[in-house]
């Protein structure tokens, strides 16, 4: 079993510990929100007071923060990971990221003389509960065999995309689908109540049919109650589809359906829903449209 040090514990790194403790391996945590930890301390973890205190002696670290400028600071400001680890251990960032990001954290962590691995993840809170995540993976070969029996404690299938990079480009492609899907979704729902269908009707018709994506229907309950507790916030689906067009400008694709999706994301985070989870761009847009 190894020595992991674990950089983020919101919903989903949260969960992803907690399976990296069951699986027996050993853990030092940090959060910037501390008492996100006590549970995992409780359960044999121990909580370091700054990202490179958590990687002192890690075979390998994990990082699961929220942004590329936030993943940024945790591993290479003062109190930084990625310095303080050992020649040779692996960085894992499983958060959402653009690929021209990760590449240059592969860059820097060879130059520090750590092994980086890009993998992202698909699946939201419950697989992540369930140590069913899907894992899209990015670098070399043999640095990916050897985080394999950590990437097994948190996952069930592992996805390796190529070179650095493309675990984040994948993940990108993921989250275009589910953001622009929940969207397309949500209007049509909206369109449909207009035309003076009751919303209860169109729920047990839509989700589960051929049309409607498995994501959509297993938060069908969340359209039903309108209560949008966070699995996946709004604030980092707009997140991914900013950095998926910022992704498209640099190679030169044009990306209309995208820049529409991230604006309206955007709206309802102005809006307050932030912190919603994404379907809640259904509850904007009944209120706006
Ligand atoms: N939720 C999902 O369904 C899902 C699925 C796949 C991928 N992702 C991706 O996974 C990553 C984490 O998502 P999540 O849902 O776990 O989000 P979350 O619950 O909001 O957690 C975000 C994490 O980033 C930390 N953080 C945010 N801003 C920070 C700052 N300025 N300085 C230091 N730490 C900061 C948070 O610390 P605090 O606890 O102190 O706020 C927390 O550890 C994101 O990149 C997201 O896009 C999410």
């Not at 992991?4 to 919903?11: K, M, Q, S, T, V």
């Not at 006590?38 to 121990?46: I, N, P, Q, S």
């Not at 075979?59 to 310095?83: C, K, R």
Request: a neutral charge.
């Amino acid at each position: 079993m190894g020595k992991i040090g674990f950089i983020g514990l919101g919903i989903m790194g949260h969960a992803m510990a907690g399976n990296c403790i069951k699986a027996g391996h050993s853990l030092a945590v940090y959060n910037r929100t501390r008492s996100k930890a006590d549970d995992l301390a409780a359960r044999g973890a121990r909580i370091a007071d700054t990202p490179a205190d958590a990687a002192r002696g890690a075979d390998i670290v994990i990082s699961m923060l929220s942004t590329p400028d936030v993943v940024e600071d945790a591993a290479w400001a003062d109190n930084g990971f990625a310095p303080a680890m050992a020649k040779g251990a692996i960085w894992m960032d499983s958060s959402t990221v653009d690929p021209a990001f990760s590449r240059r954290m592969a860059r820097r962590a060879a130059e520090a003389g750590i092994r980086f691995i890009d993998a992202p993840v698909a699946g939201s809170k419950l697989p992540a509960e369930k140590g069913e995540l899907i894992f899209l993976l990015g670098g070399g070969s043999p640095d990916i065999k050897a985080a394999m029996p950590y990437l097994k404690a948190m996952g069930k299938r592992f996805i390796h995309a190529g070179e650095h990079g493309k675990g984040a480009a994948l993940k990108m492609v993921f989250n275009y689908c589910s953001g622009l899907g929940m969207a397309v979704f949500c209007e049509a729902l909206v369109l449909g109540e207009r035309l003076g269908l009751e919303k209860e009707l169109l729920l047990d018709s839509l989700p589960g049919s051929h049309v409607v994506m498995p994501l959509i229907t297993g938060k069908k309950h969340k359209f039903a109650t309108d209560e949008y507790l966070p699995e996946f916030p709004l604030k980092w689906l707009q997140k991914d589809l900013v950095l998926a067009t910022k992704s498209g400008w640099e190679c030169d694709v044009s990306l209309p359906l995208g820049n529409i999706g991230k604006e309206i994301f955007e709206m309802a985070k102005v809006k307050g829903m932030g912190d919603l989870d994404f379907s809640a761009v259904y509850k904007f847009m009944k209120e706006n449209y």
